[in-house]
């Protein structure tokens, strides 16, 4: 009893201190008004004012667009890393351990250079007379950057997943006659439908709460709940803490939700496994 008091209890006060203490004042925070009353009329806001509702709505186009194309490239990335030499794995699971971590001014500074208006991609294709299409400090660049981290993230979850897989499974599914098709379908996506779900999920995250490149790409020409609970904390638009506390309760009930609804798809698919 004494070892596991010594082991759950740090852990528990750890636990409270850093997520349900700040989840429980950021609940109550989007109940008040500037002046500390109880008020709905943050939550009120949200559901009338368009502004808001662009920013939520720029918010899942992008997570969702991102995590979708993401998780494409990074299954076929992952599956094509098992099949290399033991060197050559290790050296690009190192690249993509760094690529993952390069996101925020960084890696928006890094695609201005490449795809900006005054950048290598467009000399490039003025020179040639191709079109250029891209426009970096749009929706469609915001969400472009965002790959850039994205898939390097996706096959670094993805890969012990796809390296755990059995060789030998296919092997005897083709003794026993069964197709390719059917062996990826009842076998394969059975087992590996979980931890899809789970990757989708946390990418969708990822992207929902990454600030710091849409913010130096597109500055608020671009509104997403991130870049907006930012201008509510630091008063660029007016300071108003209690409805950025609004905006950061509603991320963490669609998060949940998403979260849910991913534990009963997965759910579902094991019954009916």
């Known amino acids: 009893m004494a070892n596991r008091l010594k082991i759950f209890l740090p852990f528990g006060i750890l636990v409270v201190l850093i997520l349900i203490i700040p989840v429980l004042v950021m609940l109550i925070a989007s109940f008040q008004t500037l002046d500390g009353g109880l008020t709905l009329d943050n939550y009120h806001q949200v559901i009338t004012n368009r502004y808001y509702h662009l920013a939520i709505l720029n918010s899942l186009k992008i997570s969702g667009i991102t995590a979708g194309v993401s998780i494409v490239i990074a299954i076929v990335g992952a599956h094509a890393l098992t099949k290399l030499q033991t060197s050559t794995k290790q050296a690009l699971i190192t690249l993509f351990n760094m690529s993952a971590s390069f996101a925020g001014v960084p890696l928006a500074f890094s695609l201005i250079i490449l795809f900006g208006n005054a950048g290598v991609w467009r000399a490039i294709t003025t020179a040639l007379g191709w079109p250029n299409g891209l426009n970096l400090y749009s929706l469609t660049g915001a969400t472009f950057a965002y790959t850039f981290f994205e898939i390097p993230l ?13 060789p030998q499974w296919r092997e005897a599914s083709a003794v ?3 197709s390719r098709g059917f062996f ?5 996506l059975p087992v590996i439908l979980p931890n899809l779900v789970e990757v989708f999920i946390l990418l969708f995250a990822n992207a929902m709460g990454t600030y710091e490149t849409a913010f130096a790409l597109t500055g608020n020409n671009i509104v997403t709940i991130p870049t907006l609970i930012g201008a509510l904390i630091n008063g660029e638009l007016t300071a108003n803490v209690p409805l950025a506390c609004t905006f950061a309760t509603i991320f963490a009930g669609l998060m949940t939700l998403i979260v849910w609804v991913g534990n009963r798809v997965t759910r579902s698919k094991w019954e009916v496994a």
């Open 184 to 188: 990826l379908r009842q076998v394969i």
């Open 176 to 178: 026993l006659g069964a």
């Open 154 to 166: 996706g096959i670094m979850f993805l890969f012990p997943v796809f390296e755990e897989l059995n």
